[in-house]
C-alpha cells in the first residue's frame, strides 16, 4: 500500500516540476516577444498569465519570469505579480509571490 501512494506523490511532484519548467519557457517566449511593443506603447494591457518581467537571482544562480496574477495556476509556472499592485520598474509597491515546490 505504502509504494502505490509513494508512486502517486512521485508523480504529483514530477507534474509539478514538468508544469513550472514548460510555463517558464513559455513565458521566457512570450516575453522575449512583448519586449518591441512594450517599448512602442507607454502602458500595457495585462492579461492574466501573461509575463511582466523578468527576475535574476545572481547569488542563487537563478533567472525566472514573473507572470501577472497569483492565483494556483499562475504561481505553477513561477513567481506572480499581484494584481493591482505597481509593476516592477514603476514607482511604489510591487508584490511579487511565489510557492516552494
Given amino acids: 500500500m505504502l509504494l502505490p501512494a509513494g508512486a502517486v506523490f512521485l508523480l504529483l511532484g514530477a507534474r509539478d516540476l514538468w508544469e513550472s519548467h514548460a510555463g517558464q519557457m513559455e513565458a521566457e517566449e512570450s516575453f522575449a516577444a512583448s519586449l518591441p511593443a512594450a517599448k512602442a506603447t507607454t502602458r500595457v494591457a495585462l492579461r ?37 499592485t505597481k509593476l516592477p520598474g514603476v514607482k511604489g509597491n510591487c508584490v511579487i509571490a511565489g510557492q516552494l515546490s
Fill in 48 to 84: 492574466v498569465g501573461a509575463p511582466v518581467a523578468e527576475l535574476s537571482i545572481p547569488r542563487l544562480g537563478t533567472r525566472l519570469f514573473v507572470v501577472e496574477g497569483s492565483g494556483k495556476k499562475e504561481l505553477r509556472v513561477g513567481p506572480g505579480h499581484l494584481q493591482g
